[in-house]
């Protein structure tokens, strides 16, 4: 497809692969609207022909071409092989250096990768790092601010302007020759691995040329690319965020099937130079366990892992957050700044006078509508009032729940002044003989 | 059983049934220790014989008895409805007062709760209301801090001190008719409604009078005791505790199932006036349900139910102490407060001497290991050395994450003196020319 020779407007002429028709300089069709007249040219046939057009021919040929068995597992191997070019090669080695690979390794991961049929290395890194750095805004090559669809395929079946994606720094790329010698000889890469080696395989192997050809050729081709396009569209749009929730990565387990374990997203956003995507050990991440095997095979070295306290506090603020906005929607009773003064002696008046009025703590509350609900007995709940109950309430009688503590606090009237029955207020009261609600 | 006709020592001595045979100034067995000698008199042989002894003997006699269908069928539905008395009449209705019942709802209830043999509706409510108010000490009648065992039958086989056993409220039972006449009939209620009723409908309703008895009668008394005995022992053991954990009471879908959904205890325990034991719509409460029914039929009104802010005020809470406690565990740098405070040209000096040292928002982090780890290469962080790299790091450059920010307060190392370069402190320094750390 087209996207695997364009390079960005921000690539180097210096670089390989420069696209020779594209002039910066030149306005470009994405800075005019789409309109009835026009939209066939924004659209980008090339790809729509290689992303949905081949695929289609493909299904129409399985109606001559029975599926053997040998053939159906090889499609299976193969696919997992070309996704983990992808997911492990492309991805979590090569965009985010998550750990080293010896030769022979990044051989391989280049070749399988490649025969994904998503575009070079380099240009996938380029843009997936844009997409990190500038996630959700403007310069996120698939943001899915602009919908599901636009992060699948949108972003490729619709022409982009390369002065749009954001900027980043691949110079660790050009110095990978592996990386350098794939994008240089891509299109080989490409025929070579998405369709001669899986047809001879088949071919080769159990006579079956033209099902390998079509079955994990064409079609294999179409299902590791539509499952991969879900990293940047399903893992952004389903799922839980318990990291941070300020941009649209989500985790789901659904993504992480349907991506070989690249479904943990708002994890990976949040800490992209692990090598895992998945934490625990019962989600489901089978490109971290083949990194894993491969460091065990000597292959793969220093695979990174943010450190445990790191992603725990991550953790704890996100559900903090969660925490605190559930906090803010619930009635915690009057703050107690805000609640008026009252002497002792009115207090208690007022309780003789009738109302049920309880003080605990220093803080005056009216239960003269709950006095008949209360679990423990209109006769109990009776005795404190116009008292001082906070022992009686605080286990003096009953040592009453955490429920019964916030219920209480909704029930707030005053606050008593000196916190209880103080005599020298009361002196001095008698002296001045003054109103009923003292203000502080 | 025994446990039927025993009141407690705070029985009035004006209460009706009150044992005859207990006198409160004579030493009780339980206050000598079990010794070898002695165990035989701490066991209650009577409840021994009814709980586990009569079972037993029907267990032996299905050997003879061929179960028929529609035995199995009315021993299940019998099941259920001698269920509900417990759980919607004893516990709910009388103990707690959730609701308010009418007449022949009242009848019904006393007459199926007494169906499953487990006391006198008085006698169980006193013990139940000891145990909601002195929950996990020693006045709980049947406290799980005693152990698992002994919580659900251990203290009915063993002998207990009446006076042991935390005094409770029962008035309101002493003024309803109903409650007073099922304790004073409550062996004839027991006969009738445990054995004699259930051996009747298999009998004349299909001339199976021995299955009757065996299994609707003998077997389905075992099974509805030992499954509401799990209130006291399970739900105070298995589980979650979403609205406080600080006593033993727990949430769980398992104790709901084997209860009629009184599993939920954790939630009781903190609202025991609710009429319900699972708030949620998805959750198992077949009693909730019947009440609701019986509501619509106008045999229960003044259903009781807690606010639905103060519930979710105690499970945020619940859930505030439990990530406090998982904060409090995690590395979150050094406080502020702690660290020495630095001159902007010492750190700047530093931080030409090869120390990897960045300012971000007045607070100094040495980065030195961290350089080559750098996600977005050594380049940029370099760039921010030396230098007040606040606005670079807070999206200048790149808008780190949260875990960035988690990550770079581990590094701190100081303060910088005014925050920032301030021009006034260069002055008096050059003027003063004193130490390098200058502590405030
Ligand atoms: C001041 C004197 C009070 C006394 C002596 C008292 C006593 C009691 C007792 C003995 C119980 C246990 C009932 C049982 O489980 O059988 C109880 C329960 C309860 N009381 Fe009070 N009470 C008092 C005031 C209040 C007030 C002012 C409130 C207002 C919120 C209140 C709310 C509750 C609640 C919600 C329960 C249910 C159990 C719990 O949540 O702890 N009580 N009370
Ligand atoms: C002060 C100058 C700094 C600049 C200009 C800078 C720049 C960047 C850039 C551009 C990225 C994005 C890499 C990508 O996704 O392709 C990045 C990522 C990152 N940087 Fe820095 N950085 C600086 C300092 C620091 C420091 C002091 C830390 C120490 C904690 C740090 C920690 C990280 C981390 C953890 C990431 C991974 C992505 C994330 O968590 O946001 N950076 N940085
Ligand atoms: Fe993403
Ligand atoms: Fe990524
Ligand atoms: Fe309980
Ligand atoms: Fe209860």
């Known amino acids: 497809p087209e996207y695997i020779s364009q390079p960005s407007a921000q690539a180097s002429p210096a670089e390989p692969n420069r696209n020779l028709k594209y002039d910066p300089k030149k306005p470009h069709i994405t800075d005019s609207p789409i309109t009835r007249g026009n939209w066939y040219k924004h659209v980008n046939w090339l790809n729509v022909f290689f992303i949905l057009g081949i695929p289609l021919m493909g299904l129409i040929s399985t109606y001559w071409t029975p599926l053997r068995w040998q053939t159906a597992v090889w499609t299976v191997i193969y696919y997992f092989c070309t996704g983990l070019g992808i997911t492990a090669g492309y991805h979590r080695l090569w965009a985010h250096k998550s750990y080293s690979a010896a030769l022979p390794l990044r051989i391989f991961l280049a070749g399988v990768g490649g025969g994904a049929v998503e575009g070079s290395i380099r240009w996938w890194s380029r843009d997936h790092r844009a997409h990190h750095r500038y996630t959700d805004t403007a310069k996120d090559p698939y943001s899915v601010r602009k919908g599901l669809l636009y992060s699948h395929i949108g972003w490729m079946i619709m022409k982009q302007n390369p002065k749009r994606i954001g900027r980043t720094d691949i110079s660790d790329l050009n110095e990978d020759p592996v990386v350098v010698w794939q994008h240089r000889h891509y299109l080989k890469v490409v025929l070579f691995m998405g369709l001669i080696f899986p047809t001879l395989v088949a071919g080769i192997g159990w006579g079956d040329w033209m099902g390998g050809y079509i079955y994990a050729g064409i079609l294999r081709i179409f299902f590791v690319q539509q499952a991969t396009f879900c990293v940047n569209s399903l893992a952004h749009w389903l799922g839980d965020q318990p990291f941070d929730d300020r941009n649209s990565p989500r985790d789901h387990v659904i993504t992480a099937f349907v991506t070989l374990g690249e479904g943990y997203h708002n994890f990976h956003h949040e800490f ?169």
């Open 272 to 440: 992209p130079s692990d090598y895992r995507n998945a934490i625990e050990w019962h989600q489901y991440d089978p490109t971290k366990w083949s990194i894993w095997v491969w460091s065990k095979l000597g292959l793969a070295t220093g695979l990174k892992q943010f450190r445990s306290n790191e992603i725990e506090k991550g953790r704890v603020q996100q559900l903090q957050k969660k925490l605190d906005q559930k906090r803010s929607k619930l009635d915690w009773g009057i703050p107690l700044d805000q609640l008026p003064v009252i002497e002792w002696e009115d207090y208690v008046e007022q309780a003789k006078n009738g109302r049920g009025l309880i003080a605990v703590a220093g803080v005056v509350h009216d239960v003269t509508d709950f006095i008949n609900e209360h679990p423990g007995g209109k006769a109990l709940i009776r005795s404190g009032v116009g008292k001082d109950a906070t022992a009686m309430f605080n286990g003096g009688v009953y040592l009453h729940s955490n429920g019964a503590h916030n219920l209480l606090s909704t029930m707030r009237v005053g606050v008593i002044r000196g916190g209880c029955e103080v005599e020298i207020w009361k002196r001095t009261q008698r002296e001045n003989k003054d109103g009923i609600y003292l203000k502080d």
